[in-house]
């Protein structure tokens, strides 16, 4: 009977006190220690619901704890991109067109029944992830091996990711570009001109087939990538034109597969180190905790990468409906079908029509519209308790200081730039500090051209987007400032360990329509 989540403010909280229950009584953990190690909701004026250590529990539940670090929770994965790939080429080759609404919901639904099977298949891989990594912390300590950003580096740098193939393959077309004198075109012009005219020389051509493979590969991304309605890279290339005019912009001073070399050596380093203080018997633990978690690190991240994909799927199907709609009337532009929920279109493509199915989908979507705007237009409570009143955690930030939990290693300085909308990107420049509410994997790319390797966000507790910039130093709060020399953190970097906002996550935008905040605190 468990609430695991309420919608307030406009926006889905997740509740914390559930979960501090649930670790409590199935594995004994006190309450008090999964909340300092999750980073949940404290303050002096309020504490987590308090559940004591239970031995008996914890000797039940430990072996269960262990093997979700220590199982494997992946190994059926390369059958299932498999099967992602395949589901991708029947959307590619399906002519969506052609297919009557319902015969059209039919494949979105068989769609959304894979996707469930996706999804659930990432949440086992970033809990064995989170798990692992928090069982490798452990064992460093317990082998006294420590030094600040030890787990981080450990984790770091690893080959196998497929989002990591992204600024090293927009980098070499933007050096294609410079090395054909196409540059200038690149930069003083918008990215569809600029795209248009390249599409006109002849000289381009070899750049051109770069970006079709490029697209092919990773088409599936964008900026803000887990809203839905948000154009990929491979139904809007000129986006892709923009992130290579960046890379051009910052000319020498980035180099992605320079920072790759750099971030391995780190790593090697740093296992160096932890095996030049350990005896035989114990390296060989070591090595074995570390093959385990970088394995589940880069699981967890080519899933992540692979559900992208899958996102696309639905796009297109939603992208046709919704043109059919708009030229029928029954609503204002294509994109108005993003703020339609399931039962609705159900309901209209069972009747024939709107009108039959008693809805006015203009009014429905203007009011959702209307709604959305009001509800972004307010700051929301960092955490709420069980009735939905607001529980202050922090001050508000007052002066030039903004503090927050990092959760990537390094320092760097810079001027704050800050970006409302992912359309503002292009006007970073290297060295700036990015400052915006949230990110997901779509931003790396931009993320690369940064020469400072810092970058400021604001997101959920509980969020992974931060996690595949962990090149950067990341700060998940703007409502808590970093400093200007921060600390390196302690904690690994697959937890983002703060308040405020994830990405919005919906297929259609009124089923999640906003931002994830801060989780609540109690139970419900």
């Keep these: 009977s468990i609430q695991w989540a309420k919608r307030f403010y406009g926006r889905p909280y997740v509740n914390e006190g559930a979960i501090l229950y649930l670790y409590n009584r199935e594995f004994g953990f006190s309450s008090l220690m999964v909340a300092a190690s999750a980073g949940f909701t404290t303050n002096k004026d309020f504490q987590p619901i308090s559940y004591g250590f239970r031995p008996l529990a914890l000797l039940r539940g430990l072996p269960r704890f262990l093997r979700m670090g220590a199982g494997d929770a992946t190994r059926d994965l390369p059958v299932l991109y498999e099967r992602i790939d395949a589901c991708v080429a029947e959307s590619e080759t399906a002519d969506l067109s052609r297919m009557p609404d319902g015969e059209l919901l039919e494949l979105l639904e068989k769609w959304g029944s894979f996707h469930s099977q996706v999804s659930t298949a990432f949440t086992r891989a970033t809990n064995q992830a989170n798990s692992t990594i928090w069982l490798f912390g452990r064992v460093l300590r317990l082998f006294r091996v420590q030094r600040e950003g030890l787990t981080l580096y450990l984790v770091a740098g690893l080959s196998g990711l497929y989002m990591a193939e992204v600024g090293p393959a927009l980098w070499d077309m933007a050096q294609a570009l410079r090395d054909r004198g196409l540059d200038q075109l690149v930069l003083s012009r918008p990215p569809a001109e600029a795209l248009a005219g390249l599409q006109r020389i002849p000289d381009a051509r070899a750049v051109l087939e770069q970006l079709a493979a490029f697209l092919k590969r990773h088409g599936h991304h964008c900026m803000n990538e887990s809203e839905i309605e948000h154009p990929r890279w491979i139904e809007a290339p000129e986006q892709v034109i923009e992130l290579i005019a960046g890379y051009l912009r910052a000319g020498e001073a980035v180099d992605p597969e320079r920072a790759e070399r750099q971030q391995c050596e780190r790593r090697e380093e740093a296992v160096a180190y932890v095996e030049r203080r350990l005896d035989p ?43 059919r709609w708009a030229g ?62 607001p529980i202050t955690i922090t001050a508000r930030p007052s002066g030039s200081v903004l503090r927050g939990i990092p959760a990537s290693g390094g320092q760097a300085r810079g001027p704050a730039r800050l970006v409302v909308d992912p359309a503002q990107a292009g006007t970073l420049e290297p060295g700036d500090v990015l400052v915006t509410r ?31 910039l962990h090149p950067l130093m990341a700060y998940p709060t703007t409502h808590r400032a970093a400093k200007r020399r921060p600390r390196q953190p302690r904690r690994p970097f697959t937890r983002a360990n703060s308040v405020a906002h994830r990405p919005r996550q919906s297929r259609t935008r009124n089923e999640n329509n906003v931002q994830l905040c801060q989780p609540t605190v109690a139970m419900a």
């Design 328 to 389: 029928r009337g029954w609503i204002q532009e294509p994109d108005d079908f993003f703020f339609l929920v399931p039962q609705e279109i159900e309901q209209v493509i069972s009747a024939g029509a709107p009108a039959d199915a008693g809805l006015d989908l203009r009014a429905i979507v203007a009011a959702r519209r209307k709604a959305h705007q009001f509800w972004h237009s307010l700051r929301e409570p960092e955490a709420i308790d069980w009735q939905g009143r």
């Design 438 to 468: 949230a990110t997901d994997p779509g931003w790396t790319p931009v993320a690369s051209v940064w020469k400072s390797n810092l970058f400021l966000g604001s997101s959920g507790s509980w969020s992974e987007p931060l996690c595949p």
């Design 281 to 323: 018997l114990r390296r060989r633990a070591f090595r074995r905790q570390l093959a385990q978690a970088q394995a589940s690190v880069q699981s967890r991240d080519n899933t992540r990468y692979h559900i992208t994909k899958l996102t696309l799927v639905f796009r297109r199907g939603y992208v046709e409906l919704g043109r």
